[in-house]
T-cell receptor
Framework: AQTVTQSQPEMSVQEAETVTLSCTYD???????LFWYKQPPSRQMILVIR??????QNATENRFSVNFQKAAKSFSLKISDSQLGDAAMYFC???????????FGQGTELSVKP | DTGVSQDPRHKITKRGQNVTFRCDPI?????LYWYRQTLGQGPEFLTY????????KSRLLSDRFSAERPKGSFSTLEIQRTEQGDSAMYLC????????????FGPGTRLTVL
């Protein structure tokens, strides 16, 4: 069975600084996808970044990038030049097959200090 | 395209009552998912549909829970004989045939069982 673990319940970063959120996962499949979702307070979940397991190159979306270590089953999110609007819960998630269920981690609450 | 919508946004009910939630996916998205999120936790998968067909149900979905998607468009999630442990945020998501890997989430329905 898939599992996703986020070991940092809370993180804090100074505005304009860089922060890294950690995630580990477990799967027996060779074909899978990994995601980071952002859930601002009282607002809906939005996709931040996606990584296909078969791609060796780490995904990047503007200030957001991942460090995907397939052998170690690690998938961390780096947020550069942090902004006040980045404050939210961040969830790591995995997807083992095309269009099936997402398996989420417990979340990391990120606060950004001005 | 107005995104995934859910109704109601909040529901307060007494233990033992039945409740029904509605989800309208993004138009032409043929897959629709239901998740449950309790406070401070990541969403947990409940069930998902492809068109009218319910393809997978979690063991979390007890016999008090039933979901339907009768015409392959909107979906309903009914909880019968609600219990206090049912208090949670119920999230709906949808994805399209062209990109099953990306699920778009609605704002959720927050259920409080007194």
């Amino acid at each position: 069975a898939q599992t996703v673990t986020q070991s940092q319940p809370e993180m804090s970063v100074q505005e304009a600084e860089t922060v890294t959120l950690s995630c580990t996962y477990d799967t027996s499949e060779s074909d899978y996808y990994l995601f980071w979702y952002k859930q601002p307070p009282s607002r809906q979940m939005i996709l931040v970044i996606r990584q296909e397991a078969y791609k060796q190159q780490n995904a990047t979306e503007n200030r957001f990038s991942v460090n995907f270590q397939k052998a170690a089953k690690s998938f961390s999110l780096k947020i550069s030049d942090s902004q006040l609007g980045d404050a939210a819960m961040y969830f790591c998630a995995s997807l083992e097959n095309q269009g099936g269920k997402l398996i989420f981690g417990q979340g990391t609450e990120l606060s950004v200090k001005p | 395209d107005t995104g995934v919508s859910q109704d109601p946004r909040h529901k307060i009910t007494k233990r033992g009552q039945n409740v029904t939630f509605r989800c309208d996916p993004i138009s032409e998205h043929n897959r629709l998912y239901w998740y449950r999120q309790t406070l401070g936790q990541g969403p947990e998968f409940l069930t998902y549909f492809q068109n009218e067909a319910q393809l997978e149900k979690s063991r979390l979905l007890s016999d008090r829970f039933s979901a339907e998607r009768p015409k392959g468009s909107f979906s309903t999630l009914e909880i019968q004989r609600t219990e206090q442990g049912d208090s949670a945020m119920y999230l709906c998501a949808s994805s399209s045939r062209g990109s099953y890997n990306e699920q778009f989430f609605g704002p959720g329905t927050r259920l409080t069982v007194l």
